[in-house]
């Protein structure tokens, strides 16, 4: 397990975060990616065969599945898959492997806020474990906004509860673009653009983490 916690911003700093690759047998790519308490363990499947109803001629088809600690998956789950998939597709060339299915499935083993961000963060380790070809990797960073108008980074479940508006975005490791955002409250457009900047910023962090930890993976096997 490689831990981290970096980023000196005025605003608030990331929590600590650890992840380690290829703890299944059975996936193609596998990892967990921690968060201070928020834990997710990734596993990807794939390039598989497809089924018929959901073959694309030109490309692969995605698919994500997030499997809630208790309980079965609700709206919050299908909503987050899409954020999920949409994120992958958009990452992944897809186009190498037409008539293929690939699959995300991700198992939430504690959720102690920015949950979204955590799956993300382990989609992308486990695309990576499973060696799929990816035009950039990507990440994700969660920000809140409290009541007095403070930006929290990577917030916990207390103040994501505490906090009006709610903002996860997904960064490409190629130039920090934003390729996905899901956005919860009220906030004004220079709020949207402080928290996109700050994310970038964070992505940063994250991306030479995920540098480090493979790394350190491969530096072993030699």
């Known amino acids: 397990m490689t831990t981290m916690m970096e980023l000196d911003q005025s605003y608030s700093v990331l929590r600590e975060y650890g992840s380690e690759q290829s703890l299944l047998s059975k996936p193609d790519g596998s990892s967990t990616f921690v968060q201070g308490d928020t834990s997710i363990l ?27 600690k208790m309980g079965l998956p609700g709206v919050r789950e299908r909503a987050r898959e899409q954020c999920v998939r949409e994120t992958c597709e958009a990452a992944l060339l897809l186009t190498l492997h037409p008539r293929s299915s690939v699959t995300v499935i991700l198992q939430v083993i504690h959720d102690d806020g920015s949950l979204l961000s955590c799956c993300l963060n382990a989609a992308c380790m486990a ?11 990507f990440c994700s960073v969660t920000c809140a906004i409290s009541k007095e108008g403070q930006i929290i980074i990577d917030p916990t479940a207390r103040q994501e509860k505490e906090c ?4 996860t975005f997904a960064i490409d490791s190629a130039e920090c673009n934003v390729l996905m955002s899901s956005t919860t409250g ?4 220079q709020e949207l653009q402080q928290c996109i900047a700050i994310s970038q910023k964070a992505s940063e962090q994250i991306f030479q983490f995920y540098r480090d930890s493979v790394k350190r993976r491969y530096s072993k096997i030699k």
């Open 42 to 68: 990734a596993g990807v499947y794939g390039p598989a065969e497809v089924k018929v109803s959901k073959e694309i001629y030109d490309r692969a088809t995605v698919e994500v599945l997030i499997q809630p």
């Open 127 to 137: 695309l990576m474990d499973a060696g799929l070809p990816m035009s950039h990797l």
């Open 164 to 167: 009006p508006a709610l903002l």
């Open 186 to 189: 009220s906030f004004s457009v």
